[in-house]
Structure formats: C-alpha cells, structure tokens
C-alpha cells in the first residue's frame, strides 16, 4: 500500500488519497459529503451508546455492581521475577 511507506516523502498526501478509488466515496470533495458525514456519526453514536447499555445490562445480570470496576496497577507497578544469574 502506498500510504504505508515509511520514509514520509514517498507517501502520498491526504488530497491524494481521499481520491484513491477506494477512499473516494468517503472523500469530502463529494457533494454529499456532509450528509454523509452526519449519518455516519448518528450511527457511530448509536452503537457507542447501545454497546455501553449492553455491557451494563450484563454486569447487572451477573451481579456484578455497575460501578465497582476491576482495578488493575499500570504496568510499570507490576514486578517482574528476576531468574538467578
């Protein structure tokens, strides 16, 4: 894929993608493209919002308290076993 290259030259600019074939029915050269855009983020934002109240339908169907979350240490607390030299 061209947008993949790593040296930052050699790839292809957003003006120039956004007309790739591919991306050209999302490109916000179109017409529409506000439209779209819009109906885009409604459907985003509904299923954001019906993941969410699943999730929470579930932990209250397993007994588990909606609010009391599984703490877990940041990575950088956590100890490693150090092997003998």
């Known amino acids: 894929m061209c947008s993949l290259q790593k040296i930052p030259r050699k790839r292809p600019t957003f003006n120039a993608l956004v007309e790739h074939p591919w991306l050209l029915p999302l490109s ?4 529409d493209f506000p439209e779209i855009e819009a109906q885009n983020k ?3 934002g509904k ?3 019906e993941t969410l109240e699943k999730r929470k339908r579930a932990k ?4 588990i308290d909606v609010e009391e979350e599984r ?4 990575l950088h607390t956590v100890k490693k076993e150090e092997t003998p030299a």
Do not use: A, L, Q, S
């Open 28 to 31: 916000p050269t179109r017409p």
């Open 42 to 44: 409604e459907m985003i």
């Open 47 to 49: 299923w954001v919002t």
């Open 60 to 63: 209250e169907e397993r007994g």
């Open 71 to 74: 703490v877990k240490p940041p």
